[in-house]
């Protein structure tokens, strides 16, 4: 047997092609239509009804556009619904806007202290390169919001509303990561003609100030103080003035974030284990990416009870997989990928995290769950892609789904079980930057 493909080969291909019944009329309808529409299973919508046991209720979806702050946007979703209706002021938001500014800067402040921390390494060392792969993106945890909240605090979106650049990342996210790259360089050039720790981190100070400035032409000068004036849903005039973003949030949400706790069902990794990823926590003193992980069925059973709290659930997924965008669908058994292709796709959960196929791509939030005899059969999710897309920007989800492409859940610990809980409070294991779970 040859390594190379032979003609011979070529040929058998497609003698072998030839002989798979309707193989032309399968192949015209991917060619015509994808592969998604292809492998479509209809009769399976009929499992699909938008009607769930359990809802909370919600406002109409935000849009996080071309950006991948989907992390920050399920963070606000959580909290924004629980301020409208205690002021009973209909699909507020809070500023996305702001908080990403903050979440650049710190990201820029976290990636030229890590390249002094590594000042000494080789250029082709594993954590420098990781360091400089993950760069200053709009990326982010749970965690990295609870943190930016904890320290910067929040303002409605009318105070700082969005900007083209907050919108559509891209233009900002090439030219700031070209810079902090160039900074990157020079750090390591000055480390090289005898600079000291000190005077590092003063050229740092520098750098930071140019990553300010390039913030404010992109996304707005963030407020220090504002006024908050607003019309409740019952007409009444309201008005509070020179708040700091920080007395906002303790007056108006005032939510304690050590409350609650990263679950996750990594079954690529030791399970009942609590684990942290430095690479991911760039807000120094603030609230750590951590995740235990206790498994699928802790990790519904605490969802669960949080929607019949009332309350909703951010989770992270990887949404690329069998979902349609337009129909707001993400169902395992809506999309018949392996009966279309003839094919064998039956790598598990723990298999595709394992060579990374599986990744934890998209946050979003649980707002409902259909309970029938105790157990959930499909789940109603918010998420930030504006009302254009699914039932006005609703998703639904197949517990299947759940089950293969769910990874986290962040719930209150009072939905834990004492077990779980000795978990959430043991050490946690540090995860290297290159991990499956990073």
């Not at 309707?22 to 399976?44: E, I, P």
């Not at 360091?131 to 979106?157: E, H």
Request: glycine share 4%; hydrophobic share 35%; aromatic share 12%.
């Amino acid at each position: 047997m040859t390594k190379d493909l032979t003609k011979k080969d070529l040929r058998q291909f497609k003698t072998d092609l030839d002989e798979v019944p309707a193989s032309k009329a399968l192949a015209r309808a991917v060619q015509q239509n994808g592969v998604l529409k292809s492998s479509a299973d209809h009769t399976f919508l009929k499992n699909l009804n938008r009607t769930f046991s359990v809802e909370v209720e919600t406002d109409s979806v935000t849009n996080q556009k071309q950006s991948g702050r989907c992390w920050l946007f399920a963070t606000l979703n959580t909290l924004r619904h629980d301020f409208a209706k205690k002021y009973k002021v209909k699909d507020f938001q809070f500023s996305q806007n702001y908080n990403s500014f903050y979440d650049r800067l710190e990201k820029a402040n976290k990636m030229l202290e890590t390249a002094i921390e590594l000042i000494d390494r080789p250029d082709d060392d594993r954590e420098y390169l990781a360091m400089l792969q993950w760069g200053d993106t709009d990326g982010g945890q749970w965690a990295n919001g609870a943190a930016l909240i904890n320290k910067y605090g929040l303002v409605p979106q009318s105070v700082m509303p969005e900007t083209y650049n907050s919108e559509k990342t891209k233009e900002i996210s090439d030219v700031l990561n070209y810079k902090l790259k160039n900074d990157v360089v020079d750090l390591r050039a000055h480390y090289q003609a005898g600079a000291t720790e000190d005077e590092l981190r003063a050229e740092k100070k520098k750098q930071l100030a140019e990553v300010y400035r390039m913030l404010v032409y992109a996304f707005g000068q963030p407020p220090v103080s504002f006024d908050f004036e607003y019309r409740d849903d019952n007409k009444k005039y309201h008005l509070d003035r020179d708040l700091t973003p920080q007395e906002f949030f303790q007056k108006y949400v005032a939510v304690d974030f050590d409350q609650y706790v990263v679950l996750a069902d990594a079954p690529d990794h030791e399970r009942n284990q609590n684990f942290v990823i430095p690479s991911q926590n760039y807000i120094f003193d603030g609230k750590q990416v951590e995740l235990a992980n206790v498994g699928l069925k802790s990790v519904k059973d605490a969802a669960i009870a949080s929607l019949k709290d009332g309350k909703t659930v951010w989770f992270g997924c990887d949404v690329g997989h069998y979902s349609d965008r337009q129909l707001g669908i993400l169902a395992t058994e809506y999309f018949q990928k392996a009966e279309l292709f003839n094919i064998d796709l039956t790598i598990n959960k723990a298999q595709r995290l394992a060579t990374r196929e599986g990744e934890c791509s998209h946050a979003m939030t649980l707002t409902g769950v259909d309970l029938v005899d105790g157990q959930p059969t499909k789940w109603k999710v918010e998420n930030s892609w504006g009302d254009k897309v699914g039932e006005k920007g609703y998703f639904i989800m197949s517990d299947e789904w759940f089950d293969q492409y769910v990874y986290e859940v962040v719930v209150e610990r009072k939905y834990l079980t004492a077990d779980d809980l000795k978990v959430v409070d043991s050490p946690a294991k540090a995860l290297k930057p290159w991990d499956s779970l990073s």
